[in-house]
T-cell receptor, first 113, second 113 residues
């Protein structure tokens, strides 16, 4: 079946540090890939997405590139802020058949002033 | 636009009881999916409703059932509650079609005691 693996957290960084959260996937076919963010006490918000190989999703300074050859979709940000502290989920959905999202286990990011 | 709204936000039930959770999708959306998010884990797909029918189902027992109404709102019912059913239940709405974004509600925190 399909699966998503994320690096375990928590990831603790100082403000303005560079962020990378690794995500790899296993899928039979060609999924669309997503990063969702969950702030404390809230639901999930879509952060960015990519629908085909070599696409780069970007939003609010975050970026991720769909790498088919390494089945990866790593999340990066050049300079994190305290307000970026949250849990980040990598997810995939198949373009055909099941449209249900398959999520990774999440990575908690803590940014210190 | 109110987005996806869920009710109630929190509730506590006793083992063996039954519970109903409710979801109103984002305006214009016709598909509702339900997810269970255990503490510290990523969301797990329960089922999806479209045109008032269950279209897809994840690996959840028959104790979990649902309904979609003509106005696209949805209910999730769980019978014979177990302690392990304690989780955040998330509703996501979307529009049927390729690569459509899913919008999530803030969730219902269910505690079974």
């Amino acid at each position: 079946g399909n699966s998503v693996t994320q690096m375990e957290g928590p990831v603790t960084l100082s403000e303005e540090a560079f962020l990378t959260i690794n995500c790899t996937y296993t899928a039979t076919g060609y999924p669309s890939l997503f990063w969702y963010v969950q702030y404390p006490g809230e639901g999930l918000q879509l952060l960015l997405k990519a629908t085909k190989a070599d696409d780069k999703g970007s939003n609010k300074g975050f970026e991720a590139t769909y790498r088919k050859e390494t089945t990866s979709f790593h999340l990066e940000k050049g300079s994190v802020q305290v307000s970026d502290s949250a849990v980040y989920f990598c997810a995939l959905v198949m373009d055909t058949g099941r449209r249900a999202l398959t999520f990774g286990s999440g990575t908690r990011l803590q940014v210190q002033p | 636009d109110a987005g996806v709204t869920q009710s109630p936000t929190h509730l506590i039930k006793t083992r063996g009881q039954q519970v109903t959770l409710r979801c109103s999708p984002k305006s214009g959306h016709d598909t509702v999916s339900w997810y269970q998010q255990a503490l510290g884990q990523g969301p797990q797909f329960i089922f999806q409703y479209y045109e008032e029918e269950e279209r897809q189902r994840g690996n959840f027992p028959d104790r979990f059932s649902g309904h979609q109404f003509p106005n696209y709102s949805s209910e999730l019912n769980v019978n014979a509650l177990l302690l392990g059913d304690s989780a955040l239940y998330l509703c996501a709405s979307s529009l049927q079609g390729r690569n459509t974004e899913a919008f999530f509600g803030q969730g219902t925190r269910l505690t079974v005691v």
